[in-house]
C-alpha cells in the first residue's frame, strides 16, 4: 500500500525599499523588495512550510529560526534544497506542489513558468508537477494596500517503497 501525505503552508513578507524582490527563486524587477531574515521569498517558504508540515517535521521557522545568523541574508533556494533533503531523509519524495501567490503588484503572470523551472530544478520534480498560480486580494487588506504579499503551498508527498 502506498502512504501518501499532504502539508499545507504559508507564508507572508512585508515590502521594504531598498531590497531586491525575490519570488520562486528568481529576481522579479519592482521598485521593492520583501523583508526578511532571509532573501524573504514569500513562495518558497511557502513551500517549505507545506513540505515540512507533509513530513511532519515541525515548520521552516523551526528548522531554519530567525535568531540564526547562519540564515542571515540566506538564498531561499538554499532552504528548499536543504527541505528537500530533510523528507527525503525521513523516507519521502514529492508528489507534486499547488502554490499561490497573493500581490498587487508586480504583474507575476509572466514569471511563473521561469519560477516553475526554478522550483522543478531544486524540488528534483518534473516541471508538469509544479503549479504556480498568482492572484491579487482585489485591494483589500495589507496585500490589496501594497504593504506587502503572501504564499499558500499544498504538497503532495510520497513513502519511498523500501
Request: aromatic share 6%; net charge negative; with cysteine.
Amino acid at each position: 500500500m502506498q502512504k501518501i501525505k499532504v502539508g499545507f503552508g504559508y507564508d507572508v513578507h512585508r515590502f521594504q525599499e531598498g531590497r531586491e524582490l525575490w519570488l520562486g527563486g528568481i529576481q522579479i524587477e519592482h521598485d521593492k523588495g520583501l523583508l526578511g531574515h532571509s532573501d524573504a521569498d514569500v513562495l518558497i517558504h511557502a513551500i517549505c512550510d507545506a513540505l515540512l508540515g507533509a513530513a511532519n517535521l515541525r515548520d521552516i521557522g523551526f528548522q531554519f529560526p530567525d535568531t540564526s545568523s547562519a540564515f542571515k541574508n540566506i538564498d531561499s533556494k538554499i532552504l528548499l534544497e536543504r527541505t528537500v533533503r530533510l523528507i527525503k531523509e525521513k523516507g519521502y519524495e514529492l508528489g507534486n506542489v499547488d502554490a499561490t501567490i497573493c500581490a498587487e503588484q508586480p504583474k507575476l503572470n509572466p514569471y511563473i513558468p521561469q519560477m516553475q523551472l526554478c522550483l522543478a530544478r531544486i524540488m528534483q520534480v518534473n516541471i508538469e508537477d509544479v503549479s504556480i498560480k498568482a492572484t491579487t486580494t482585489e485591494k483589500l487588506g495589507f496585500v490589496g494596500r501594497h504593504e506587502g504579499m503572501s504564499a499558500y503551498a499544498t504538497v503532495l508527498i510520497n513513502k519511498i517503497s523500501q
